[in-house]
C-alpha cells in the first residue's frame, strides 16, 4: 500500500507570492491533517479535512487555506507568503475523522518551503 | 490547555549503548492519548506507539520500550542497544480523546529530541 505522498518536495518562493501544496492520503484514508514545522515554533497544527469539510482548525492567520476534494486529496493554500513561512510543511492522513487519539495518523515526506 | 515538554534538546550516544529520551506532558482531560513520532534526515514523521492514559502498562517492542507513569504525568521511551540507524528527531505528542467535549482534536507534538547515535 503507498504512504501519504506529498507534492512537490521543494520550493522556493518569493515574498508576497502565493504558493499550493498538495497531499495524496494513503489509499482508503480520507481524513487529511497538516501540520507546520518550523525550528522554533514545532511542530503546529494548521487543519483538518473529512469529506470535503474542514473539520478542525489550529492557530494561523487567514492566509493558509486548504481544500479537500472528492478522491480525499487536499490542497493547501498560502498567500502573501512571508519570509517566517519557511518550513516543512506536513500532511497526515488517517482513515477515519481524527477523533482524538482513536487512530495513527500517517505522515508524508513533506514539502520544504523556503520563501526569500 | 495541553503541552509536551521534551528536556533533551540533543543527546549523543555510542553504539550499543542504552539510551532514554523523556517526555512529560500536561493536559487537564483525564482521557488521552500519547504518542511517540521518529523523525529521520527525511523528514517523515514515522508512526512508534500510541497509548491511551487507562493503559499503563509499560511497552516493549524489539530493542524499543516505554515506560508511562501517570503519576508523573511522563512517557518515557528507551533504546536498548542503540544503533546508528536510530539517529533522528524523536517526538512526544499529546492528543485529547474524541469525547473530551468541545474540538480541539489535534497532536500537540514536544519540540523533539535529537538522538545521534556514534559508531
Known amino acids: 500500500k503507498a504512504g501519504v505522498t506529498q507534492t512537490p518536495r521543494y520550493l522556493i518562493k518569493t515574498r508576497g507570492q502565493q504558493v499550493t501544496l498538495s497531499c495524496s492520503p494513503i489509499?482508503?484514508?480520507?481524513?487529511v491533517s497538516w501540520y507546520q514545522q518550523t525550528p522554533g515554533q514545532g511542530l503546529q497544527f494548521l487543519f483538518e479535512?473529512?469529506?470535503?469539510?474542514?473539520?478542525n482548525k489550529g492557530n494561523f492567520p487567514g492566509r493558509f487555506s486548504g481544500r479537500q476534494f472528492s478522491n480525499s486529496r487536499s490542497e493547501m493554500n498560502v498567500s502573501t507568503l512571508e519570509l517566517g513561512d519557511s518550513a516543512l510543511y506536513l500532511c497526515?492522513?488517517?482513515?477515519?475523522?481524527?477523533?482524538?487519539?482513536?487512530?495513527?495518523?500517517?505522515f508524508g515526506p513533506g514539502t520544504r518551503l523556503t520563501v526569500t | 490547555a495541553q503541552k509536551v515538554t521534551q528536556a533533551q534538546t540533543e543527546i549523543s550516544v555510542v553504539e550499543k549503548e542504552d539510551v532514554t529520551l523523556d517526555c512529560v506532558y500536561e493536559?487537564?482531560?483525564?482521557?488521552?492519548?500519547l504518542f511517540w513520532y521518529k523523525q529521520p534526515p527525511s523528514g517523515e514523521l514515522v508512526f512508534l506507539i500510541r497509548?491511551?492514559?487507562?493503559?499503563?502498562q509499560n511497552e516493549i517492542s524489539g530493542r524499543y520500550s516505554w515506560n508511562f507513569q501517570k503519576s508523573t504525568s511522563s512517557f518515557n521511551f528507551t533504546i536498548t542497544a542503540s544503533q546508528v540507524v536510530d539517529s533522528a528527531v524523536y517526538f512526544c505528542?499529546?492528543?485529547?480523546?474524541?469525547?473530551?467535549?468541545?474540538?480541539?482534536?489535534?497532536?500537540?507534538f514536544g519540540k523533539g529530541t535529537l538522538l545521534t547515535v556514534n559508531p
Open positions: 497509548r491511551n492514559s487507562f493503559d499503563e
Open positions: 497526515a492522513s488517517s482513515p477515519h475523522p481524527w477523533l482524538g487519539g482513536s487512530y495513527e495518523q500517517y
Open positions: 505528542a499529546l492528543s485529547r480523546e474524541w469525547n473530551s467535549g468541545g474540538s480541539n482534536y489535534k497532536l500537540t
Open positions: 493536559t487537564r482531560d483525564t482521557t488521552y492519548y
Open positions: 489509499s482508503g484514508h480520507r481524513s
Open positions: 479535512y473529512f469529506s470535503e469539510t474542514q473539520r
